[in-house]
């Protein structure tokens, strides 16, 4: 019987994972850090294949650590880097740029021209957020309208977006071979592209920044995922929140979720076929705060019917 569960925690600059038992101690550790790649002044990339390789080779390393194989673990979960944008291929798995980070500025003139119309809160009203270089939609733009062929192709529907969550979990779930695009609302809500009433993409803001959507059928689920990476297979791959990303507001009908320590909370949104995951909303109440911050309006979990949000948090390092 699985006794453990693993932690995937990919970072600005290093990919750890960690092995925890039943009463939340450490028993094994491993981690890698990854290239830095500066192009241009205020330019910042990653590879994301480095990023999937490391990922591989400190789940192994720490396995190896603790004298554990894969099916000891019961559950693997994933935190991540926010706002660092792939866009890949779904028949091979192949990015056709790199990962543009979450610190990078090369977006600049894109937030300009769009806050043309409406200023910087343009989209503030239903998505929480300014129109800033930091979040993700606008780099899927530059890279549709930089990138030879990408745009047409995401079009077609043969390219995947996803931040670093989404990257690592397709790839941990099979990659080109039957892999599963999810996010959860939490990263959802650092690209610029999620209604905050409605936890979907939303359509007007997606079509404004020329990011294409595409229509199929979707479920909203919590996590159930199975790895088939053969270091972890066997477990369940979990999403969870990123450490420190503030206080929740308590979710009524859900006992033990309100004031829940940042990294607990979990929630996976899952779809087929489609550049951006779509969701469907469930027809139950919600209960959601939004942070005042100006870059803060972050959704920090969901469950069923329900949505619990920061009601504080600030900037901070990824």
Not at 56 to 75: P, Y
Not at 76 to 82: A, D, F, W
Not at 190 to 218: C, F, H, I, Q, Y
Not at 234 to 244: M, N, R, Y
């Amino acid at each position: 019987m699985a006794k453990y569960v693993g932690a995937v925690d990919q970072g600005t600059t290093s990919t750890r994972f960690m092995i925890f038992d039943h009463g939340g101690k450490v028993i094994g550790l491993d981690q890698k850090e990854h290239e830095q790649i500066y192009p241009k002044p205020g330019w910042v990339e990653h590879n994301p294949m480095e990023i999937w390789t490391r990922t591989q080779e400190v789940v192994d390393g720490a396995l190896r650590k603790a004298g554990l194989t894969a099916s000891d673990l019961a559950a693997v979960g994933v935190t991540n880097q926010r706002e660092t944008t792939v866009v890949w291929e779904k028949a091979t798995g192949k990015p056709v740029y790199n990962a543009i980070v979450w610190q990078d500025t090369r977006t600049d003139q894109i937030c300009n021209a769009l806050a043309k119309t409406g200023g910087q809160n343009r989209f503030r009203k239903k998505v929480g957020l300014p129109l800033a270089t930091y979040f993700s939609g606008p780099k899927i733009k530059w890279v549709l309208d930089n990138v030879k062929g990408a745009r047409a192709r995401a079009a077609k529907g043969e390219l995947l977006f996803g931040n670093i969550d989404t990257w690592v979990i397709w790839n941990l779930t099979g990659g080109p071979n039957g892999g599963v695009h999810v996010t959860d609302v939490s990263n959802a809500s650092r690209t610029m592209l999620m209604n905050l009433e409605t936890l979907d993409w939303d359509a007007d803001v997606a079509k404004a920044m020329g990011v294409p959507m595409m229509s199929s059928k979707t479920v909203t689920t919590l996590a159930s995922l199975s790895v088939s990476h053969r270091a972890a297979r066997s477990a369940l791959v979990i999403e969870c929140v990123k450490p420190g990303a503030g206080r929740f507001l308590r979710a009524a009908g859900h006992p033990g979720l309100g004031n829940r320590p940042p990294g607990r909370s979990i929630q996976s949104r899952v779809s087929s076929g489609q550049f951006l995951w779509r969701s469907v909303a469930i027809d139950q109440p919600r209960h959601r705060a939004r942070a005042g911050r100006r870059y803060c309006s972050k959704s920090a979990c969901r469950l069923p019917g329900y949505i619990a949000a920061p009601v504080s948090s600030r900037p901070r390092n990824h």
